[in-house]
Nanobody, 127 residues
Framework: QVQLVESGGGLVQAGGSLRLSCATSGRTFSIYGMGWFRQAPGKDREFVAAIRWSGGSTYYADSVKCRFTNSRDNAKNTMYLQMNSLKPEDTAVYYC????????????????????WGQGTQVTVSS
């Protein structure tokens, strides 16, 4: 099993920045890639960003490209999401997720099909 804990959410004004962290524990050696998803009330959970653990290839939703940066620290088993130029439409609960190689290979990094999920952290952007 893998456990994920998000942190860093909060309230910020439009144009501001937040940095989310996702700490992993358990059988972290089984993690092949990780991702960030968000869900606003009444909406489906949507892909935000992802990163392949080995090599660090990144993937972004068009809505956040050039504003958000996904990174990881392999030694600390932690993934980060630096969010800049935040907009009110970025308001959502943000979840981190981790995938094994098998699931990543089957569905890719953008599908809501990850093996492990955190409990989420609220990000609220005021206008």
């Amino acid at each position: 099993q893998v456990q994920l804990v998000e942190s860093g959410g909060g309230l910020v004004q439009a144009g501001g920045s937040l940095r989310l962290s996702c700490a992993t524990s358990g059988r972290t050696f089984s993690i092949y890639g990780m991702g960030w998803f968000r869900q606003a009330p009444g909406k489906d959970r949507e892909f935000v960003a992802a990163i392949r653990w080995s090599g660090g290839s990144t993937y972004y939703a068009d809505s956040v490209k050039c504003r958000f940066t996904n990174s990881r620290d392999n030694a600390k088993n932690t993934m980060y999401l630096q969010m800049n130029s935040l907009k009110p439409e970025d308001t959502a609960v943000y979840y981190c997720a981790a995938d094994t190689l098998l699931t990543w290979s089957r569905f890719g990094p953008k599908a809501v099909s990850y093996d492990y999920w955190g409990q989420g952290t609220q990000v609220t952007v005021s206008s």
